[in-house]
């Protein structure tokens, strides 16, 4: 007969733990995984720029012994592992050095795609109401709302008065009813 006591609560701490993240020099310090760590990620889209930074904290990844052929200049221009263009072609088409397909520009990003009359009128309103409208505005599905729209809204909220709460006004939820408590 056994005596064992299986114990689903263990209060023995677990034997082995990791307590420090992986690290990929850990048992490594060799010039050539500190150079491959060192590697700045450039010219490739945030999904390639992933992947390789997988292959190096896992070190899977293989830096080139040899520059290697762009596919698109024909020169052995790429200095960089897993490339398919060199930086300047890549540069110049703005696409990914990897995937080669197109680099969105961060800062070229459309923030604000309201019609200009919108944006005017929406900036010449008091900072309370802009935000109620814009908050509103979010949550439609373009992103986008028209004139008419804005003009019915600014004149729907000028008859609540800006002491009232808009957010209930504007809420596409059925206002809470707190009084009513079932029993
Ligand atoms: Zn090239
Ligand atoms: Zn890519």
Not at 27 to 36: A, F, P, R, Y
Not at 72 to 88: L, R, T
Not at 92 to 112: G, I, T
Request: glycine share 2%; hydrophobic share 25%; with cysteine.
């Amino acid at each position: 007969m056994s005596t064992s006591r299986g114990s689903a609560s263990r209060q023995r701490p677990q034997k082995y733990q990791n307590r420090t993240a992986f690290k990929n020099d850990l048992h490594d310090t060799s010039q050539k995984t500190k150079i491959i760590n060192s590697l700045d990620i450039t010219g490739v889209c945030k999904r390639c720029k992933d992947i390789i930074e997988w292959k190096i904290k896992y070190k899977k990844y293989k830096p080139l012994s040899a520059p290697r052929k762009c596919v698109n200049c024909e020169q052995k221009a790429i200095k960089h592992a897993y490339h398919m263009f060199c930086s300047k072609c890549s540069s110049e088409k703005q696409v990914c050095a990897k995937c080669c397909k197109p680099v969105e520009s961060n800062d070229e990003k459309e923030d604000e795609p309201q019609n200009p009359a919108v944006q005017t009128m929406l900036k010449s309103l008091p900072e309370r109401k802009r935000r109620t409208i814009l908050r509103y505005i979010n949550k439609q599905e373009s992103g986008k709302i028209s004139m008419a729209h804005l003009e019915t809204m600014i004149s729907e909220l000028d008859k609540l008065g800006l002491d009232d709460d808009l957010d209930d006004f504007l809420s596409d939820d059925p206002p809470s009813s707190d009084n009513e408590d079932e029993n």
